[in-house]
Structures are given as C-alpha cells and as structure tokens.
C-alpha cells in the first residue's frame, strides 16, 4: 500500500493534533502536526534530508507570523493581500516558501472563511486547493487525494471571485512587466539585487561600482516603475516575474 505523507501547520496546536489525528486514522495517510510556521519547516527539511519527504502540506491560512526575517517574500505578501503587512509572514507566505524548496510537496491551505483574494493568493503562491476548516474529514481527504493527482480544490463558491482576482492580477502583471522591459541590463541587474534584499554598499560591492553610481540606478528604477520606494519597486518587480539575484553565483558585468 502506497502511504500518503501529511503535514498540518497550524497556529492552534490543539486544532493541528486533532486533525493530524483524524487523518491518520486513514489505512494509508501518516501525518506530523506542526504548530508554526518555524516547527513546519524544520519538518520539511529534515523529512526531506531522510528521503521521506512529505506528499501535503495542509497549512493554516492565518499562520503565526514566526517566520525567519530573510524568508523570502512574494508579491502577494508584500503588496498586504494575504492580510498582513509588509514585514509579517503567514499561511500563503509559507505556501511559497515551500513551493520553492519543497516543489514536489502540495500545499493546501486551511482557511476559516471564505475569500476570494486570499485564495487567488494562495494559488499564485504555489497553492493547490483552499479548503475551510469546517469541512467534513471526507471532504479534506477528497483534497489530499485530489491534489496528489493534480488537481487544483476551491470551493464552488469562491471560483468567480478567484477567477476575477486572477484575471486582475494577470492584467497587473502585464502592466508591471512593461516597465520593467523599459530597464537597461545594468538597472535590472540593480533591480535584481534590490529583490535578494540587498542595499546600496552591497549591491556597489557585488556589481563592482561606486556606491554613488548604484544610488543613480537605483533612483533611475524607480522613476521608469514609477514607484517611491525600494519596497513598492520589489512589489511591482516580484508581479513581473523578476527574481532575486543568485547570492550563490559571481556577478556578471552588463552594459
């Protein structure tokens, strides 16, 4: 029998154990509770440096707001779609996180009420289902299983209202991704280490230019975005699908 990994995060740890409980009274379904965002992750890494890693990952949509303060961050959190401020990180946050480090894990996002931004967040973040928290074990499972075949879970109710936020979104992008084409290789490259969180002395260090020089692209950036701020600049650069610049590999020099 092929057993099903689960892991449950959430900020109610009674919640967590109960579920985790409930679930595991299934033959083929093995879960670990986790009651933050902290203890979940250290469960995915070391499940994964076993070679057990886990299948789901059922995570609180209202997490702890625990998280590591170099985590990276999506355009969603950033912008406060999920609910939160810039620097407080939750259950679609984490989402991301996951899809990230742990691709072959499916993350479905537990919620206490309906949303339908929220949950066309969690699907931008990586999310395969959004469930509320008061649906019937059979139903919960009928999501597990359905994600491990990949399939995608949203309430009947919220499909319109997803499906609306999404198009906005898209539209958003769109927009987002024109300014950004209208960079030069050497202020994207900026743009790119204004991502990975890196400020002026460290992007002149890494690019091998004067600070006052990094300062000049940088205020360049920000006029073609039209933003006023390095935070607003990463936000509208993360819904144009620009990544942070790879810490790991040497800096190559553009025009």
Same mark, same amino acid.
């Given at each position: 029998?092929?057993?099903?990994?689960?892991? !449950?995060?959430?900020? *109610?740890?009674?919640?967590?154990?109960?579920?985790?409980?409930?679930?595991?009274?299934?033959?083929?379904?093995?879960?670990?509770?986790?009651?933050?965002? *902290?203890?979940?992750?250290?469960?995915?890494?070391?499940?994964?440096?076993?070679?057990?890693?886990?299948?789901?990952?059922?995570?609180?949509?209202?997490?702890?707001?625990?998280?590591?303060?170099?985590?990276?961050?999506?355009?969603?959190?950033?912008?406060?779609?999920?609910?939160?401020?810039?620097?407080?990180?939750?259950?679609?946050?984490?989402?991301?996180?996951?899809?990230?480090?742990?691709?072959?894990?499916?993350?479905?996002?537990?919620?206490?009420?309906?949303?339908?931004?929220?949950?066309?967040?969690?699907?931008?973040?990586?999310?395969?289902?959004?469930?509320?928290?008061?649906?019937?074990?059979?139903?919960?499972?009928?999501?597990?299983?359905?994600?491990?075949?990949?399939?995608?879970?949203?309430?009947?109710?919220?499909?319109?209202?997803?499906?609306?936020?999404?198009?906005?979104?898209?539209?958003?992008?769109?927009?987002?991704?024109?300014? !950004?084409?209208?960079?030069?290789?050497?202020?994207?490259?900026?743009?790119?280490?204004?991502?990975?969180?890196?400020?002026?002395?460290?992007?002149?260090?890494?690019?091998?230019?004067?600070?006052?020089?990094?300062?000049?692209?940088?205020?360049?950036?920000?006029?073609?975005?039209?933003? *006023?701020?390095?935070?607003?600049?990463?936000?509208?650069?993360?819904?144009?699908?620009?990544?942070?610049?790879?810490?790991?590999?040497?800096?190559?020099?553009?025009?």
């Amino acid at each position: 029998m092929v057993r099903i990994r689960v892991l !449950v995060a959430d900020a *109610h740890r009674v919640f967590a154990e109960s579920l985790a409980a409930a679930l595991a009274a299934e033959p083929d379904v093995d879960v670990l509770p986790a009651g933050s965002g *902290h203890a979940a992750l250290r469960s995915l890494e070391r499940a994964a440096a076993e070679g057990r890693r886990f299948d789901v990952f059922l995570v609180d949509a209202d997490l702890d707001r625990d998280m590591p303060a170099g985590t990276p961050v999506p355009a969603q959190a950033v912008s406060g779609s999920n609910g939160s401020s810039a620097g407080a990180l939750g259950g679609i946050s984490l989402t991301a996180r996951v899809r990230s480090a742990h691709p072959q894990t499916r993350t479905v996002v537990l919620a206490a009420r309906d949303d339908p931004a929220r949950a066309a967040a969690a699907l931008q973040a990586g999310a395969f289902g959004w469930v509320a928290k008061d649906s019937s074990l059979s139903r919960l499972l009928a999501v597990i299983r359905g994600v491990l075949r990949g399939e995608t879970h949203l309430p009947p109710a919220l499909l319109t209202g997803v499906l609306r936020e999404l198009t906005a979104a898209r539209e958003h992008r769109t927009e987002s991704e024109q300014l !950004v084409e209208s960079l030069t290789p050497r202020e994207h490259e900026v743009l790119r280490c204004m991502v990975a969180g890196l400020g002026r002395k460290a992007v002149a260090e890494r690019l091998y230019l004067s600070p006052h020089t990094v300062r000049t692209h940088m205020q360049n950036v920000l006029g073609k975005l039209g933003v *006023h701020s390095t935070l607003a600049a990463v936000a509208l650069a993360r819904r144009a699908g620009v990544g942070p610049v790879d810490l790991g590999e040497p800096a190559r020099v553009s025009g």
